[in-house]
């Protein structure tokens, strides 16, 4: 499985930016997706998924609300509608798919041992 996740950049706070992660290798309606971040200095945590039908959960309190995590099986695509970003919303961000269907959504890292690169937020005050 590939990831690659893009659309990352430099947004001033109250600001908006929609992350998108491209999946390949294999059936990608078939499982879910999920959104991670790691600041500078902080672990990563986990902060939406997405299952396979399109449920969803947000594992981060802090952007429910403003954050939207949303796929598109027929580009085998995720994304992660980012709005009213802060300051606290800079990290690298990382697309992450799990090894296993029926985990449905999952906030669990050990459940996905699929990574791509990430994307670099930065929210300047």
């Known amino acids: 499985v590939q990831l690659q996740a893009s659309g990352g950049g430099l947004v001033q706070a109250g600001g908006s930016l929609r992350l998108s992660c491209a999946a390949s290798g294999r059936t990608f309606s078939n499982y879910g997706m999920g959104w991670f971040r790691q600041a500078p200095g902080k672990e990563r945590e986990a902060v939406a998924s997405i299952s396979w039908s399109g449920s969803t959960t947000y594992c981060a309190e802090s952007v429910k609300g403003r954050f939207t995590i949303s796929r598109d099986n027929a580009k085998s695509t995720m994304y992660l509608q980012m709005n009213s970003l802060a300051p606290a919303d800079t990290a690298v961000y990382y697309c992450?798919?799990?090894?296993?269907?029926?985990?449905?959504?999952?906030?669990?890292?050990?459940?996905?041992?699929?990574w791509g690169r990430g994307t670099q937020v930065t929210v300047s005050s």
């Open positions: 992450a798919a799990p090894s296993r269907r029926n985990y449905g959504t999952t906030c669990v890292s050990d459940h996905y041992p699929y």
